[in-house]
């Protein structure tokens, strides 16, 4: 009696002092004191739901996991909870949810909560609470047999979400000409799910650590550092997990060198500025997939794209998936699909929704286990790299949402024309298939309707989740996001197909199908001997409308060449084609 007592007159000092809040040992009991206090503070209508927001947040960053429980039982509108006097309604709809999964064996939950009901029991009695938590263990641990089985340990980063203004300027280049996005402070760390204990692999203060790529052994980690604003760009690393040495292994101030890949011969595949071209409309770098040997030697570019080619991955059957940036001969919002090719740079062609509005961009794609689909987020243009999550299958179709499934939960995908889209409710990122019908990846149940103070970041944590929406949090931290999940295991290496490549060979093949129908749009002539479809076809690197204001103006982006000069370069003799045309 003594102890109740005491504890009550601590909350009802807390609630005088003005911080509803009361922390205790567990999550049932700090929930409990919270809601006493906050009835003790007699708030205005306005304050008190401020008060509730802040208190449930609160909650959040202290008991991440159970917070999340809440959220998926109770839904989004939880936080009202505390504004019930003792009622157990929302308690036992939330222990019946949880109990439900479990089949046979909650039935003995079901029971003990039907026992409260008939004594009677408050809300304000922890038992409720503390059922609700066993309930939700029994299910955690069901939920997680697969991940524990295939993926003992996991592989993450705590760095702040890159913001820009269109979805691929992340290189946060040294000398940018524009939208540098530099944000300092990250660290690559490991989770032992085991008992969730996290160890810090490697942390900087002062620089950004991303793109964590495990090694087909499960020994090494790639990953791309960049260790200060002005100093330093983004470069490939390998860390030896059992000694935890790093190696660098690219270099060169002014080059940005990120988004690695392990190719099925150990060689390295990763997105890069070496190409040394700006956006077509906006003076910002682009950047082309290159590769180099496990040491860094041997660096070859291998597409020459107008814009950027990102996130490169290997699919089971060796081929190589990622995104393309598609700003040839078309605007530049609904253009970032899917292309494919092998290791060794051959066979560049579109694997889903080259010639189709939606989905506005397809990122983060990694192939799903047993199976010729990918799971991928689906974003808009002028967004961050975070949407929603979606399978995409070529079999079904290969344009708009003919094979576009969205999953977590799975429901009706239509095909809607959206720049910015995806970016309204709960955000995904960088999903891992396990298998097809469970993953790891990054998720903010909030969005961008994140806890205050985050400074404008939303609260990834890096989850178990599966196709139906079914999910348990693994790591979060209430600071940082925490995304970019991958296995630190051993995995079965891809396929690894013959070098089509001759290096030796002063020249090359490629194909170039009906040049002429871009001319024959424009109301002109088709081509008389392929010469000039070759000028009509691939806009210039580094050119784009803005080129006619500039020329107006007096002004010229620099490294922007006439259109007579590259004419001459390509070896054209027609000077009537208009430069904003190439």
Not at 9 to 22: E, H, I, N, S
Not at 522 to 546: F, K, T
Not at 551 to 577: E, I, K
């Amino acid at each position: 009696m003594y102890l109740r007592l005491a504890v009550a007159l601590a909350v009802a000092a807390r609630a005088c002092a003005g911080d509803p809040y009361v922390k205790e040992a567990a999550w049932a009991q700090t929930m409990i004191a919270s809601r006493t206090a906050l009835g003790a503070a007699s708030l205005p209508a306005q304050e008190r739901a401020r008060a509730e927001a802040a208190v449930w947040f609160r909650v959040k960053d202290d008991f991440p996991i159970e917070w999340d429980w809440a959220m998926q039982d109770g839904g989004a509108g939880f936080p009202r909870w505390f504004e019930s006097a003792g009622g157990t309604g929302l308690e036992r709809q939330m222990i019946e949810k949880a109990a439900a999964e479990l089949g046979e064996s909650g039935r003995s939950l079901r029971e003990e909560s039907s026992g409260l009901l008939r004594d009677k029991v408050p809300g304000s009695d922890r038992r409720w609470w503390d059922l609700y938590a066993r309930a939700c263990e029994q299910r955690r641990r069901r939920r997680l047999q697969t991940v524990l089985a295939q993926a003992p340990r996991i592989v993450f980063v705590k760095h702040r979400t890159i913001r820009p203004s269109f979805f691929a300027y992340t290189e946060g280049q040294s000398d940018a000409q524009n939208e540098r996005h530099f944000l300092p402070g990250a660290e690559l760390c490991a989770l032992e799910l085991d008992g969730l204990k996290v160890r810090t692999l490697l942390s900087d203060a002062g620089g950004a650590i991303r793109d964590p790529a495990v090694s087909w052994d499960g020994r090494r980690v790639l990953f791309a550092w960049k260790k200060s604003l002005n100093e330093d760009d983004y470069h490939l690393y390998e860390l030896d997990v059992a000694s935890n040495q790093v190696s660098q292994i690219t270099s060169g101030l002014g080059f940005a060198d990120y988004e690695p890949a392990y190719l099925p011969n150990d060689d390295i595949m990763f997105a890069s500025t070496r190409c040394v071209q700006t956006v077509d409309c906006w003076w910002t770098e682009v950047s082309n997939l290159y590769t180099c040997d496990p040491q860094g030697r041997f660096l070859r570019r291998l597409g020459f794209d107008q814009v950027h080619t990102l996130y490169p991955q290997v699919l089971d059957d060796g081929r190589v998936v990622y995104t393309r940036w598609d700003y040839n001969d078309r605007g530049q919002v609904f253009a970032q699909p899917l292309f494919q090719m092998y290791a060794d740079g051959t066979g560049q062609t579109a694997f889903y929704g080259n010639n189709s509005w939606f989905p506005t961009t397809i990122a983060h794609a990694r192939g799903i286990p047993g199976s010729q689909q990918v799971l991928a987020i689906l974003c808009g243009h002028h967004t961050t790299q975070a949407g929603k999550l979606a399978v995409i299958d070529p079999a079904r179709g290969r344009q708009g949402n003919s094979g576009v499934q969205l999953v977590a939960p799975v429901r009706q995908t239509p095909a809607e024309r959206i720049d910015a889209y995806g970016q309204e409710g709960e955000l995904w990122q960088y999903p891992y298939p396990l298998s097809r019908e469970e993953c790891l990846v990054a998720y903010a149940p909030l969005g961008w309707d994140r806890p205050p103070g985050r400074g404008g970041d939303a609260a990834f944590g890096v989850y178990w989740m599966d196709m139906a929406g079914r999910r348990e949090l693994l790591v979060s931290d209430p600071r940082v996001a925490c995304t970019q999940p991958a296995p630190l295991v051993a995995r079965p290496r891809a396929h690894r197909w013959a070098n089509r490549v001759d290096y030796t060979s002063g020249s090359g093949t490629f194909f170039l199908y009906a040049g002429h129908l871009c001319r024959t749009r424009l109301g002109r002539h088709p081509a008389r001997d392929g010469q000039e479809a070759a000028c009509g076809g691939p806009r210039v690197p580094g050119r784009g409308h803005r080129e006619q204001r500039q020329r107006r103006s007096g002004r010229r982006r620099p490294g922007m060449h006439s259109h007579r000069r590259w004419q001459r370069r390509l070896g054209c003799q027609d000077r009537s084609w208009p430069g904003h045309r190439l």
